[in-house]
């Protein structure tokens, strides 16, 4: 028997330096007859290094989970029993904590082989049970980094991860602003709500607590006792109230070396930490960084996704704007449109007010009830303090508040405008304004966008208003050149239709003229002038006087063409604006009818209708005037009887198209009466 002790106490001195854990038990009671340090240090050290104790009295926990069985089993059966990274909760109460171990319970036996007490060699597995279970949380986390998951997810998870771990550690994430000037709350779920409310931005530098301090230096900031340290001057009472006595914090940075946040690990006693704690506050800030980083980016590409495509509805927008713009040529539809096309897309109400005569007019309102558009259409634009102002400067003005020149504000809900000019080549012409409501604001690309409308609508309206002055101008010109009615020429009955095709912006080359010679007879002209415009017009003016001038000098249809010609071609090579075709004649009365007489100069040729409506060409050789090359006329004779019609037209008529796409042509059966002569007597 003293053998036996005498080895056990041999064993006691040999893992007496080890880490290794031993202890001998004697007896079924289990007492504890020796033991080495590292074991008394795992059981919880302070009253419980003692011995001639049983265990159970010793370590009263371990008989609810099934220890003090293995050591009645080991010792009733001298059976060897193993375990491996066994969990065991070492201390009771506050004091109680995880632990896990390899351990061996093998029977001590005297000499005759008989079973005397059992001895338990181990080895303390719970750092290595920790840090499998940290590199398995990391990976967790670094998974839902991967998936993307939300931020404050990940964070307050990796939290909930360490405290589990270590249950005398709080941990707290604080994430930078941008400018990584403050610290905003990121995850804390062990702190109270109050606690977190409070931080939540404070500010980086020196002395403020661990945190802001860590921030302001980007190195750890170590408080082993907040009680004293002066960093925590300022916050000893927040700590107080929270329970806190020690707070390590680590910067959490980017790559680049920007400031993301801090990590902080609180304790409620002081503390000093170790270099396990410092290293693993290094490897969750990393896992933080990293975190933190992946949703900036993410954040940044969906920025840029949504600028994207606020980029490309701004697009849509100003090309539907553009292409309705486009389509309307009378100004103030223009204006109308632009109305409608600010409203609802960029302003909930919109007015559109022009100066005219030095006068302010409202053109045009839009809203989305008739109420809110008929108290816009009501009110003065006169009383606009705003438009008055940003008609004579040129500049648009914004304001977030109702206008302050009396209306319809409070019945519309108003709270803020925008009134922007609509310029012509440099003078404000007009001017949009937008009007917003609840809900509804100005930002800055709110309002670039509606600049960019009211830019493309001043173009739209002023090319309208030009096109508007140039139809006109062209009209105006083009009655000038036509005769305002047709004479009465006695015994016959004259018509004429002239419909210029095209948008009727430049005078046609097409004309006609009827007047009474000296001899009684009376002259008759239709023709077309190579081109269109101003120099066609000339050209048109040209023929007609000449012709009108040597009507009364000559009596020869061939002479007076041939005079038009020599007119055309007299004329400066930069005057001339190409060929002239026409047809000229004299017609007279006549027993039978009327006599005609005429000339053809290279146009279509005339078409008589008889009395039985057959349609027939009349054949009258001619080259085209104002070429400069020799030609030879030939006047053509002939009376018109009762019922029989003379039809002159030009190629606008022969270019025409049918309902399909074939065009009228040279087919005389297609032709209704353009420019004729036909005796009263007939229909």
């Known amino acids: 028997m003293r053998r036996i002790h005498d080895t056990d106490q041999d064993l006691s001195l040999l893992f007496g330096t080890s880490t290794a854990l031993f202890a001998s038990m004697t007896g079924p009671a289990h007492v504890l007859e020796a033991a080495n340090p590292a074991f008394f240090t795992s059981i919880g050290g302070g009253r419980r290094e003692r011995t001639g104790v049983p265990l159970v009295q010793l370590m009263p926990e371990l008989a609810d989970q099934g220890f003090i069985a293995l050591l009645d089993q080991v010792y009733r059966t001298g059976e060897r029993h193993v375990g491996r990274d066994t969990r065991a909760v070492i201390g009771v109460g506050e004091d109680a904590h995880e632990a896990y171990f390899d351990f061996t319970y093998e029977a001590r036996r005297d000499a005759g082989g008989n079973v005397i007490g059992v001895r338990m060699v ?11 279970r940290l590199a398995a949380e990391q990976r967790a986390l670094l998974e839902q980094i991967a998936r993307q998951a939300p931020l404050p997810d990940v964070l307050d998870g990796m939290c909930r ?24 709350h990121g995850a804390a779920p062990g702190l109270p709500d109050f606690c977190n409310q409070a931080i939540d931005g404070i500010a980086t530098g020196e002395g403020v607590g661990s945190c802001g301090t860590a921030a302001h230096r980007r190195k750890n900031v170590i408080v082993n006792d907040i009680a004293t340290d002066p960093l925590w001057k300022d916050f000893r009472d927040l700590a107080g109230r929270a329970g806190l006595a020690a707070c390590w914090s680590t910067p959490i940075l980017a790559r680049d070396g920007r400031l993301l946040g801090t990590f902080a690990m609180y304790h409620r006693t002081p503390r000093a930490p170790q270099d396990t704690d410092l290293a693993l506050a290094h490897v969750f800030a990393d896992t933080a960084a990293l975190a933190i980083e992946r949703h900036h980016a993410e954040q940044a590409r969906q920025a840029a996704d949504a600028r994207e495509e606020a980029a490309r509805d701004d697009l849509a927008f100003l090309l539907t704007a553009s292409t309705a713009l486009a389509g309307r040529l009378d100004e103030k539809q223009t204006l109308q449109r632009l109305a409608t096309l600010a409203s609802p897309a960029l302003a909930p109400l919109a007015t559109v007010d022009i100066l005219e005569a030095g006068r302010i007019q409202r053109v045009a309102t839009a809203a989305r009830s008739e109420e809110a558009r008929s108290l816009l259409a009501a009110r003065s634009p006169a009383q606009d303090e705003a438009l008055t102002r940003v008609l004579n400067s040129g500049l648009t003005e914004v304001a977030r508040r109702t206008p302050a020149t009396p209306g319809p504000w409070h019945e519309l809900g108003v709270t803020g405008y925008i009134c922007i000019p609509l310029m012509d080549r440099g003078r404000p012409f007009g001017a949009v304004t937008l009007l917003s409501t609840d809900g509804h604001s100005f930002d800055g690309h709110r309002i670039a966008l509606a600049e960019e409308l009211a830019r493309r609508t001043a173009s739209a309206a002023r090319n309208a208003r030009q096109y508007t002055q140039r139809a006109a ?113 004299h017609l007279t009365p006549v027993v039978d009818g009327l006599a005609v007489e005429l000339v053809r100069a290279g146009h279509t040729l005339p078409l008589l209708l008889d009395a039985d409506h057959v349609v027939d060409t009349v054949e009258a050789p001619g080259g085209l005037l104002g070429t400069g090359l020799p030609f030879r006329l030939t006047a053509r004779r002939l009376t018109l009887r009762p019922g029989e019609s003379l039809l002159l037209y030009t190629d606008g008529i022969t270019e025409c198209r049918a309902a399909g796409t074939e065009q009228y042509g040279d087919i005389p059966g297609h032709f209704s009466p353009v420019g004729e002569a036909q005796r009263r007597t007939s229909v």
Not at 122 to 132: C, I, K, P, R, Y
Not at 164 to 178: F, H, K, R, Y
Not at 543 to 569: E, F, G, M, Q, W
Request: proline residues 4%.
């Open 161 to 184: 991860t360490i405290q589990e771990l270590t249950p005398e550690v709080i941990v707290s994430v604080l994430l930078a602003d941008q400018d990584g000037r403050h610290l905003r």
């Open 473 to 585: 101008l062209a009209r105006d010109l083009q009655t000038g050149l036509l005769l305002p009615d047709l004479p009465d020429v006695p015994g016959a009955q004259l018509a004429a239709f002239y419909y210029p095709a095209g948008e009727g912006l430049e005078v046609g080359g097409d004309f006609y003229d009827v007047f009474q010679r000296d001899d009684g007879s009376w002259a008759f002209i239709l023709g077309d002038v190579c081109g269109r415009g101003a120099m066609a017009a000339t050209t048109t003016a040209l023929v007609r006087h000449t012709a009108r001038a040597v009507a009364s000098l000559l009596d020869d249809p061939v002479d007076i063409v041939k005079a038009v010609d020599k007119a055309l071609n007299d004329r400066h090579a930069h005057h001339n604006s190409g060929f002239v075709t026409l047809v000229y004649g």
């Open 122 to 132: 181990g080895v303390e597995t719970t750092q290595v049970q920790h840090a499998q």
